[in-house]
């Protein structure tokens, strides 16, 4: 995958299908999953984790309450987000229940 920045008239034709996740400017595409419980947002974040790392591409995961995992996609080298944030968006999602 490419880490040149994607204009933001782009993102809309790249994330096609992606629900919830949201576009700001300069801080990336971000979502936050609610989960059963506290275990399961943990389950949750240790996936991405996984996929994560395994791309060595890694989000801004924030964990807070006791069921919430907020992911935050940014390629921080490219100052912006990238067709890779795109695609780990779309895997991050594909994680939820797992």
Avoid: C, Q, Y
């Amino acid at each position: 995958m490419s880490e040149k920045p994607v204009h933001d008239a782009e993102i809309a034709d790249l994330s096609k299908g992606l629900i919830g996740w949201k576009f700001e400017p300069g801080r990336g595409l971000s979502k936050e999953f609610k989960h059963k419980n506290f275990r399961d947002a943990m389950a949750f974040a240790n996936r991405v984790a996984e996929i994560a790392e395994a791309a060595n591409h890694h989000p801004d995961i924030e964990i807070h309450g006791w069921n919430r995992v907020r992911l935050r996609w940014m390629t921080h080298g490219a100052g912006s987000v990238t067709a890779l944030d795109v695609e780990m968006a779309r895997r991050s999602d594909t994680l939820v229940g797992g």
